[in-house]
């Protein structure tokens, strides 16, 4: 396998090298590649995501991405959603998994208000939210299939009463729901958001389109403690890329304190992907123990550092493996 590691910006560096650490713990053996990108790689040859790089990612089964810094300079263009469209990864999937609930969030990825199609005017600026039946019907399908496998419900997140675009959307997703032989639900995105916190136990899998899934998401990290918590899974055809969902966080970066979990639990989602869940599971059971014994950062309740919360979760996911074996 070619695993390409982009660890980007801010606290990415820091909190995808512990990853990668767990990774090697099961594949020592995959091709392993690094490559720069993003607003320091910007600042320092004036390309945020050369040819080359592009090249390389194309030609990689996994990609493992950090996060990166976005500047809000009309002349920059997201890496980030370069890299979804050229990939065509159109299925963003964002798990939240507590106590009493476990919600897949499947968020369309390439088009609605990240359609790219936009302009500015003297007095006004336009962007336009393209929804497309094609767009819609395979992430419908792939959600529907989700939910299937799953506890077989759908709530499809919307906005129908209000843009043509998502009545669309809501009606495509209806008839793949049905196609699959699942329960569906829709609800308005606005009281979706809340009550998925109230109740996120009525929750099997959520589809929506893209920036209600990027909004729902970060909401939901609440439920988890926050987004140093939360994995996503970006998949297209014949592409993977696994980030966690939250951003650089400038304002901690450099200070050794960034939550590695959501980082961690990349590895988790991409052990599944390539269908060794017995390892996935281990790697969530390690991140439990560890998070049961009180070893977290500041910013879910604790006071460990990033690199101790790291090698506790790597040597428990050690002993976990030794003992499986013995148990073999
Ligand atoms: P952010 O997710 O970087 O940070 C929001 C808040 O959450 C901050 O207070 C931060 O300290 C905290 N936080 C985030 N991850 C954490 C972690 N692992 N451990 C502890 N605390 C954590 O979002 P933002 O501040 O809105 O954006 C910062 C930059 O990141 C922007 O340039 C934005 O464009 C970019 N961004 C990139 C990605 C990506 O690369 N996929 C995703 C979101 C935002
Ligand atoms: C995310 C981020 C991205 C998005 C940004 C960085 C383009 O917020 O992955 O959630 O809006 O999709
Ligand atoms: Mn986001």
């Not at 998925?196 to 909401?219: C, E, K």
């Amino acid at each position: 396998m070619k695993v390409v590691v982009a660890p980007g910006d801010g606290i990415g560096p820091e909190v995808i090298a512990p990853a990668v650490d767990v990774l090697k713990i099961f594949h020592p053996e995959w091709d392993y590649k690094q490559v720069h990108l993003g607003y320091e790689c910007w600042k320092r040859t004036g390309d945020p995501l050369s040819p080359a790089t592009r090249t390389t990612l194309k030609e990689a089964d996994l990609i493992l991405f950090g996060a990166i810094t976005t500047p809000p300079d009309p002349e920059y263009h997201s890496v980030v959603l370069t890299i979804r469209k050229e990939l065509d990864l159109y299925a963003n999937l964002r798990p939240v998994v507590g106590k009493n609930f476990d919600i897949l969030i499947v968020r369309e990825n390439t088009e609605g208000l990240y359609s790219g199609i936009e302009w500015q005017e003297k007095d006004r600026a336009c962007t336009l939210r393209l929804v497309t039946e094609s767009g819609s019907r395979r992430i419908a399908r792939f959600a529907s299939s989700c939910a299937r496998r799953r506890r077989r419900h759908l709530t499809i997140g919307n906005k129908a009463n209000i843009m043509k675009s998502d009545a669309f959307f809501l009606q495509i997703c209806l008839e793949e729901a049905e196609k699959a032989g699942v329960s569906v639900d829709k609800k308005y995105i606005d009281a979706l958001v809340l009550d998925v916190l109230q109740h996120p136990d009525r929750y099997d899998v959520i589809v929506t389109t893209n920036i209600f899934g990027d909004i729902l998401s970060d909401a939901a990290a609440f439920l988890e403690g926050g987004l140093g918590m939360l994995p996503s899974a970006n998949i297209g055809k014949g592409h993977a890329l696994f980030e966690p969902v939250h951003g650089s966080a400038p304002d901690i970066a450099g200070k050794g304190v960034a939550n590695p979990i959501a980082a961690i639990r990349c590895i988790s989602l991409l052990l599944k992907y390539v269908q060794e869940r017995d390892q996935a599971k281990l790697v969530e059971a390690a991140i439990q123990k560890v998070m049961a014994a009180g070893v977290k950062t500041p910013d879910i309740g604790g006071k460990a550092g990033t690199k101790e919360v790291a090698e506790e979760v790597i040597k428990e996911i050690i002993r976990m493996r030794s003992v499986l074996q013995v148990d073999l």
